[in-house]
Nanobody, 123 residues
Framework: QVQLVESGGGLVQAGGSLRLSCAAS????????MGWFRQAPGKEREFVAA????????YYADSVKGRFTISRDNAKNAVYLRANSLKPEDTAVYYC????????????????WGQGTQVTVSS
């Protein structure tokens, strides 16, 4: 069992940056792949970034590649998403998720989800 709590969201101007954090409980955190997803009003939840259990592999949606960076610290049971050069279209609720996905971009591949943190980017 893994419980996830996101933080770090907020209101930022276009071009600005945020660092989202996801704190995990549970002794098995380091065995899970972690992902960040987002959901804008009226849209489906979409993949943003993912990282393997050991941090060696990372994956990004084309829309955020080169602007966002995912990282993890297994000693602190935490995963992070650094979001730079934010755009208004990045506005959404951001969720972290834990699982052992064969395909990192699939929502259904993750077993545990946080409650989300709101990111709003003003133009």
């Amino acid at each position: 069992q893994v419980q996830l709590v996101e933080s770090g969201g907020g209101l930022v101007q276009a071009g600005g940056s945020l660092r989202l954090s996801c704190a995990a409980s549970g002794r098995t955190f380091s065995t899970y792949g972690m992902g960040w997803f987002r959901q804008a009003p009226g849209k489906e939840r979409e993949f943003v970034a993912a990282i393997s259990w050991n941090g060696y592999s990372t994956y990004y949606a084309d829309s955020v590649k080169g602007r966002f960076t995912i990282s993890r610290d297994n000693a602190k049971n935490a995963v992070y998403l650094r979001a730079n050069s934010l755009k208004p279209e990045d506005t959404a609720v951001y969720y972290c998720a834990a699982g052992r996905p064969l395909r990192a971009e699939l929502v259904a591949a993750y077993d545990y989800w946080g409650q989300g943190t709101q990111v709003t980017v003003s133009s």
